[in-house]
């Protein structure tokens, strides 16, 4: 059986590249620079069950693409979760937060509905992201 991204995540998200282990997803909020990872691993639905490998490897995506949005300007704050509780796929959200963002200082999942980008304004945080993290996981800042 192959890899398939649950439907939720495929309507909620863009993609943005594929990293070593993981699709690397924006949500589709324009209030947050928020990133989802989600690891190529058929059937995977928690962290604690994976391999030492691929635990590794997805933590070094996650390690990636949180650096990534740590440099943007304005990001104060990495905040890093993998709830599960609505998509069972396994998916760690890698969300920059700021003091006046809407959801301060509690977290943004379940906070109100998303604010969907419009006229293409997602292009730029996809851009900075293909740059920082889309070789491959090796992180290079614009």
């Given at each position: 059986m192959a890899f398939v991204l649950d439907p939720r995540l495929q309507?909620?998200?863009i993609h943005v590249a594929s990293l070593s282990i993981?699709?690397?997803?924006?949500?589709?909020d324009c209030r947050y620079p928020w990133a989802i990872?989600?690891?190529?691993?058929?059937g995977a639905r928690e962290?604690?069950?994976?391999?030492?490998?691929d635990g590794e490897a997805v933590w070094r995506d996650v390690m990636t693409v949180a650096k990534a949005l740590a440099a943007k300007p304005r990001v104060e704050k990495?905040?890093?979760?993998?709830?599960?509780n609505r998509v069972a796929?396994?998916?760690i959200?890698?969300?920059?937060?700021?003091?006046d963002d809407p959801a301060w200082p509690g977290p943004v999942w379940g906070h109100s509905p998303a604010v969907p980008y419009d006229g293409g304004a997602e292009a730029e945080l996809v851009e900075y992201l293909e740059k920082a993290c889309g070789?491959?996981?090796?992180c290079r800042y614009p």
């Amino acid at each position: 059986m192959a890899f398939v991204l649950d439907p939720r995540l495929q309507s909620d998200t863009i993609h943005v590249a594929s990293l070593s282990i993981s699709d690397l997803l924006i949500m589709n909020d324009c209030r947050y620079p928020w990133a989802i990872l989600v690891p190529r691993i058929e059937g995977a639905r928690e962290l604690h069950e994976l391999g030492p490998a691929d635990g590794e490897a997805v933590w070094r995506d996650v390690m990636t693409v949180a650096k990534a949005l740590a440099a943007k300007p304005r990001v104060e704050k990495i905040n890093i979760g993998a709830l599960g509780n609505r998509v069972a796929q396994l998916h760690i959200h890698v969300v920059g937060r700021k003091v006046d963002d809407p959801a301060w200082p509690g977290p943004v999942w379940g906070h109100s509905p998303a604010v969907p980008y419009d006229g293409g304004a997602e292009a730029e945080l996809v851009e900075y992201l293909e740059k920082a993290c889309g070789d491959g996981g090796s992180c290079r800042y614009p």
